[in-house]
């Protein structure tokens, strides 16, 4: 029985591998007749079995090769096609403009295509898997046009909250609504690139004008938003038993100096920074009395989400009075501690 079982499987083996239908599109010229140029995007390749591979494997790195010969073909057109299509197209007059978002929103280098379909075949006797990718243009050109849409209604949203909120002062969180606009475009620019190399005549669903203008709008609120660091400081400071501000005032010289402005709601800060500091008197000898300003420092980016500096600094200051001294020790302090601190704030 176990015989009769195991050569009925063989059988079975010989027939799928043997029986199954040669597809029409390993002939080139069926394939052209099948998927003319003019309605498809389409990708062939084929792969020989070798010592150590299977038929899954050499199948698989078929299609493999058929997807990317097929997007090789969309990269090829794209190139050739968005130059001349984009030349003719003019947006408020600015071709510097519109030169700018194509070079910098078009870095994406993945071809995407929506819709592919792929095919394999494995021949037997040939020891040859072959695989067919194939993407039909019109079903193609729809979908990018709703994608630029889409993509452009997020980052226009993004964008309009982002003004509302640098209105109101909350500069962090229009920054973030900023970066949240920005990955949004290379998706615009590559669906743009598509439909001109698909669709040429057809500017319209491009929306050229509307993306160039949301790109610049994104870029100079980030310019303007990058002028100054906001920085919300929290601090403790213990003055030989006196609550004082001596170095958390001393540091805001000191950082407004090097570009930052403060603020006094923490929520809108691009970094927190909180100082804890304490004195004590160490020694005195003769007429001079030295002291130590003891700071906890921790500094917090709002945008990493985590601490990226902190230290412990304690600076002695010797003067004819303990205060003096205190005020010394606080003095050089500050400047070891704006040393440390200026390349984290940036």
């Not at 993509?151 to 949240?180: F, M, P, V, W, Y």
């Not at 998706?187 to 598509?194: I, K, N, P, S, T």
């Not at 601090?235 to 010289?253: I, M, R, T, V, Y």
């Not at 920074?273 to 000898?285: D, K, V």
């Amino acid at each position: 029985m176990k015989k009769v079982v195991l050569i009925m499987a063989c059988a079975l083996a010989f027939l799928c591998s043997h029986g199954q239908e040669k597809p029409r599109w390993l002939d080139s010229s069926l394939r052209n007749q099948h998927y003319p140029e003019q309605f498809y995007f389409t990708g062939f390749a084929y792969s020989e079995v070798t010592q150590g591979s299977s038929v899954n494997d050499v199948t698989a790195r078929a299609k493999n090769d058929a997807q990317a010969d097929l997007s090789k073909k969309i990269r090829v057109k794209i190139s050739s096609a968005t130059q001349s299509g984009m030349s003719a197209q003019t947006v408020n007059g600015r071709y510097d403009e519109r030169e700018s978002f194509s070079n910098v929103a078009s870095t994406t280098s993945d071809t995407e295509v929506a819709g592919l379909k792929i095919e394999s075949y494995y021949d037997a006797n040939a020891k040859l898997a072959y695989a067919f990718a194939y993407v039909n243009k019109q079903e193609l050109t729809g979908y990018y046009k709703a994608n630029i849409g889409m993509l452009l209604q997020q980052a226009e949203g993004s964008l309009n909250t982002a003004i509302r909120l640098e209105q109101n002062n909350e500069k962090a969180k229009a920054r973030a609504e900023c970066e949240r606009a920005r990955p949004l475009f290379p998706g615009v620019r590559y669906a743009q690139d598509l439909l001109i190399a698909v669709d040429a005549d057809d500017h319209e669903s491009l929306q050229l004008n509307k993306s160039v203008n949301l790109y610049n709008e994104m870029i100079q609120m980030l310019a303007r938003l990058a002028q100054g660091v906001y920085v919300y400081i929290e601090s403790s400071e213990d003055f030989f038993g006196k609550p004082e501000h001596l170095l958390a005032n001393k540091l805001k010289a000191q950082l407004a100096a090097n570009g930052c402005s403060f603020v006094e709601d923490a929520v809108q800060a691009d970094f927190k920074l909180r100082l804890n500091t304490t004195m004590r008197t160490s020694e005195t000898s003769g007429n001079m009395v030295f002291c130590y300003a003891d700071v906890e420092i921790e500094l917090y980016d709002t945008h990493k989400q985590k601490v990226v500096y902190n230290d412990e600094v304690s600076q002695k200051g010797g003067s004819v009075s303990q205060e003096k001294a205190g005020r010394k020790a606080l003095e050089d302090a500050v400047k070891k501690i704006i040393t440390n601190l200026i390349p984290w704030i940036k």
